[in-house]
């Protein structure tokens, strides 16, 4: 089993920028790929970033040029850097690790954007 537990989320007024960190633990593998979801009321899960062990990262259209993840492979902790945000950022974020056709979810972290 895994477990991933996230911290970082807020409340942030538009422009600004929040840090999201995902500690996982567990029996975790040496290939994986960790990342991002996000989550509104009444809408489906939408991907934002994910990132192997190897280092490929992808982004969401939505979030290219502010958003930046990374990763500590030796901590099995994965990052999510948000800066300029808008309020169409707001959202449940969870994070995820994604091995040998397993999904493991954190229990999300609500990042709010308003002023």
């Known amino acids: 089993q895994v477990q991933l537990v996230e911290s970082g989320g807020g409340l942030v007024q538009p422009g600004g920028s929040l840090r999201l960190s995902c500690a996982a633990s567990g029996s975790i593998f040496r290939i994986n790929t960790m990342g991002w979801y996000r989550q509104t009321p009444g809408k489906q899960r939408d991907p934002v970033a994910a990132?192997?062990?190897?280092?490929?990262?992808e982004y969401a259209d939505s979030v290219k040029g502010r958003f930046t993840i990374s990763r500590d492979n030796g901590k099995n902790t994965v990052y999510l850097q948000m800066n300029s945000l808008k309020p169409d950022d707001t959202a449940v974020y969870y994070c995820y690790l994604a091995q040998s056709g397993q999904i493991y979810w954190g229990q999300g972290t609500q990042v709010t954007v308003s002023s």
């Open positions: 990132m192997t062990t190897g280092g490929g990262t």
